[in-house]
């Protein structure tokens, strides 16, 4: 088979989004080499590459936990049962995902252990140990772990039985600087999803139905994919009391007096690699924002063998530059494969910048950049290399952001009834403002009728809806409603 001709089946490999966004998305993970099934139902082997975004998450959201003075610890993954009965509502959240070891050492245990749905419990345990005084608080914690909710239907790194993500949990005080936790958390999300993966969000406050099982509050940061449903990237809780009380978290204040400590919890998952995925992919394949891309350049030696040596050894001193400022970097000299099939797998591997070098390039002391994003070529002088990717990559880091708020923009409607925002749903795709009175019943009448969800109450919605969508009357919250993954 001709160069060409591979050329062509291999981008026929990846389903259009517009046939069909969720084989379109499975189709782009599994040729990008991020992730296999497993043998075991609903989970995935994470490959190098997916592994390695996930890495970059980390180390990026790690650096501004410690920042704001959090430490990490570990805790075990086995939870007793009865840790889970002190909370009554958290358990009725999460007992119809928890799964349970029974049996060990070929012996059944006395108590069955659940395996981590999320740390609340086994955490609260352990603080109402280790906190004594107000000398003590706060107390600020996070995990880097993985847990187990056993989902029925499940989508690679959205929705898995087993995930990775970090947990926050922190003790106060007082009610003040509980609050003024729970939204710092917030904020730093925000400001690295948005700044690091380059993903618009909507911040704002969960209703009480769609509130973390034992929360006070919780608040929320939602992007929106390109097929136009939901994601939710991050959450932050307030738990007032709730568990200090379930796990005798207490502490002796300046008067003396024993007071019940006033906890947060936060997290964010690898469900933010499906989002970034979703968010910035085409048809051609991932798109990279370059602060979180494996391989942020590619560089691709091109023309005849009899240049070859005298080319890729130019295109290594180029490489030991970017090497040296700080860029992920790697070059392709095989020799076995042609320019054009590693242009098609290095754009659909999302690599954000492509650099081209050849002879001709190299008479006249010149280099080639290719945006992923715009296609764009620059051809540039190579004692300005270094300096001239650094832009590109700056700017290609701004567009992406740019281009998937523009999406979000355009594809935010409002709705003053259920008919609207059900017609919207049928016909279009996105999320709608609409009033909601504050009722459950009116809430779940909109899921009902459309499949969409409340997303959150948004800090700043843009506009004030007067009238609820449902019964017509006085709205006490203009609400950001969208269908989720």
């Known amino acids: 088979m001709s160069n060409s001709k591979q050329e062509k089946q291999f981008v026929k490999e990846i389903t259009p989004q517009s046939e069909d966004f969720s084989r379109w998305y499975i189709d782009t993970i599994k040729k990008a080499d ?20 996930w890495e970059h998450i980390q180390k990026e959201l790690d650096a501004r936990f410690k920042e704001t003075g959090h430490r990490n610890a570990y805790f075990p993954m086995f939870i007793p049962e009865s840790f889970f009965q002190k909370e009554k509502e958290h358990v009725e959240g999460f007992n119809p995902e928890l799964p349970w070891v029974t049996e060990a050492g070929g012996e059944k245990l006395e108590e069955r252990l659940a395996i981590r749905p999320t740390s609340e419990t086994m955490i609260g345990h352990m603080y109402s140990e280790w906190i004594n005084s107000y000398r003590d608080l706060p107390l600020l914690i996070n995990q880097w772990a993985n847990v187990v909710r056993w989902e029925k239907r499940t989508q690679p790194f959205l929705r898995t039985s087993e995930f990775l993500w970090q947990e926050g949990h922190t003790a106060h005080e007082n009610e003040e600087d509980a609050r003024k936790e729970t939204m710092q958390m917030l904020e730093i999300y925000r400001d690295f999803v948005e700044n690091f993966l ?21 608040y929320s940061i939602e992007a929106m994919m390109k097929d136009g449903k939901a994601v939710q990237a991050g959450t932050s809780h307030y738990m007032g009391t709730n568990f200090a009380v379930a796990f005798d978290i207490k502490y002796l204040d300046r008067e003396n007096q024993h007071q019940y400590c ?4 936060w997290g964010v998952s690898t469900r933010l690699i499906g989002a970034l995925i979703m968010v910035h ?38 490489y030991d530059q970017l090497k040296k400022a700080g860029v992920r970097v790697k070059v392709d000299d095989r020799p076995d494969q042609s320019p054009g099939w590693k242009f098609n797998e290095y754009e659909m591997r999302g690599v954000p910048v492509r650099v081209e070098l050849g002879p001709r390039d190299m008479e006249n002391g010149q280099v080639v950049l290719v945006s992923r994003i715009t296609g764009e070529k620059r051809i540039v002088a190579q004692d300005q290399f270094t300096e001239e990717v650094q832009k590109l990559l700056t700017e290609t880091q701004q567009e992406m952001y740019d281009r998937a708020k523009r999406f979000r923009d355009e594809h935010m409607t409002e709705a ?3 008919d609207e925002l059900k017609s919207f749903f049928e016909q279009k795709r996105g999320f709608a403002l609409s009033g909601w009175c504050g009722s459950e019943t009116c809430e779940a009448h909109v899921k009902e009728e459309t499949g969409a969800t409340s997303r959150n109450i948004p800090f700043e919605p843009g506009t004030n809806k007067t009238k609820c969508l449902v019964c017509g009357s006085d709205a006490k919250h203009t609400v950001v409603f969208g269908r989720a993954y």
């Open 34 to 53: 991020l992730m296999s099934y497993s043998p075991v139902r609903g989970c995935i082997v994470f490959k190098p590459d997916g592994y390695e975004i």
């Open 198 to 218: 380059a993903i618009p969000v909507i911040m704002g406050q969960k209703t009480p139905s769609e509130k973390f099982a034992g929360a006070v509050d919780t």
């Open 262 to 265: 006033h906890t947060t919890s």
């Open 281 to 318: 992919g085409d048809d051609r394949g991932l798109a990279l924002p370059p602060k979180v891309a494996p391989t942020q350049v590619v560089m691709i030696p091109i023309g005849p063998p009899k240049t070859r040596d005298q080319v890729v050894g130019r295109v290594n001193e180029l």
């Open 416 to 418: 003053d009834s259920v």
